[in-house]
């Protein structure tokens, strides 16, 4: 089982950026899937970016052309540009069927 550390999360104005970090342990390579949920007060868990290898990477709705995934063999990476205050979430990454990050906390003001 990997372990999955995040950081980048943090207090931003609406408009403003953040790039959010999930560094593995041991490397990410050998999954063929990697991705990045949120969850915000009294919601549930929702996929924001998702990464399937030979696929390429899909994104939800929401956040089409503010937020890009990108990884390399030790981390996978959510750059967020334009951001809103409904960005408002824990962010959480995902490497392969059960691996989760502790969760990143993204606040963004109005």
């Known amino acids: 089982q990997v372990q999955l550390v995040e950081s980048g999360g943090g207090l931003v104005q609406a408009g403003g950026s953040l790039r959010l970090s999930c560094a593995a342990s041991?490397?990410?390579?050998?999954?063929?899937?990697m991705a990045w949920y949120r969850q915000a007060p009294g919601k549930q868990r929702e996929l924001v970016a998702e990464?399937?290898?030979?696929?390429g990477t899909n994104y939800a709705d929401s956040v089409k052309g503010r937020f890009t995934f990108s990884r390399n063999n030790v981390a996978v990476y959510l750059q967020m540009n334009m951001l809103k205050p409904e960005d408002t979430a824990v962010y959480y990454c995902?490497?392969?069927?059960?691996?989760w990050g502790q969760g990143t906390q993204v606040t963004v003001s109005s």
């Open positions: 041991g490397g990410i390579f050998m999954f063929n899937t």
């Open positions: 995902k490497i392969g069927a059960g691996n």
């Open positions: 990464y399937i290898s030979g696929r």
